[in-house]
């Protein structure tokens, strides 16, 4: 199945700084690949998606690029603020032999933002 | 907005205890899905189904059970509840095929003594 690695596990930056998060995917036939930001106390939620034939998105201070010859992607954060301190997650996803869609889960990047 | 609601944020249970975590999505999605978080391991999918009465197997879903009776709830059964089942368990739900965002419940965190 599906294996997605991410680094780094935890990461302090100065607000103000770039933070930059890292995930490779195993599966080649993996086509989407979301990012979730997890606030203490709630569930993931989506902050940026990006697809399999595009290599670059952005949305205002995030951005995410994806490779896929290499079989990684990133997750860009600039200008951060402290409520950008949280625990982020890649995921990257995988069709099960029934062909139902699902997502697999990187072990996720606690954020710190440092005033 | 999308909402998914799990039927409790705590619970604690005893060992050999049989448990149900219940899970409803209020947006006619066809996926659903069960995921165990622990720490430094991220999100572990133990569960899917992609329609009613149709399930998967996730990643780890030894001592578990589902059950997809209706199309907007989906119930996770721990059979016989024990120590290494305490965790926070999330819900997530999604549209139709071809991927797509999920959309998370809360979470219960469950503890097994």
């Known amino acids: 199945g599906e294996n997605v690695e991410q680094h780094p596990s935890t990461l302090s930056v100065q607000e103000g700084d770039s933070a930059v998060i890292k995930c490779t995917y195993s599966?080649?036939?993996?086509?989407?690949f979301p990012w979730y930001k997890q606030e203490l106390g709630k569930g993931p939620q989506l902050i940026i998606d990006?697809?399999?034939?595009?290599g670059e998105k952005k949305d205002q201070r995030i951005a995410v690029t994806l490779n896929k010859t290499a079989k990684h992607f990133s997750l860009h954060i600039t200008e951060t603020q402290p409520e950008d301190s949280a625990v982020y997650f890649c995921?990257?996803?995988?069709?099960?032999?029934?062909?139902?869609?699902?997502?697999?889960f990187g072990k996720g990047t606690h954020l710190i933002i440092q005033p | 907005d999308v909402k998914v609601t799990q039927s409790s944020r705590y619970l604690v249970k005893r060992t050999g205890e049989k448990v149900f975590l219940e899970c409803v999505q209020d947006?006619?999605?066809?996926?659903m899905f069960w995921y165990r978080q622990d720490p430094g391991l991220g999100l572990r999918l133990i569960y899917f189904?992609?329609?009613?009465?149709?399930?998967e197997k996730g990643d780890i879903p030894e001592g578990y059970s589902v059950s997809r009776e209706k199309k907007e709830r989906f119930s996770l059964i721990l059979e016989s509840a024990s120590t290494n089942q305490t965790s926070m368990y999330l819900c997530?739900?999604?549209?139709?095929?071809?991927?797509?965002?999920?959309?998370f419940g809360p979470g219960t965190r469950l503890t097994v003594t």
């Open positions: 997530a739900s999604s549209y139709g095929a071809g991927g797509g965002e999920q959309y």
């Open positions: 599966d080649s036939a993996s086509n989407y």
């Open positions: 990006i697809r399999s034939n595009v």
């Open positions: 995921a990257a996803s995988f069709r099960s032999g029934g062909g139902a869609d699902g997502l697999t």
């Open positions: 947006m006619d999605h066809e996926n």
């Open positions: 189904s992609y329609d009613v009465k149709m399930k």
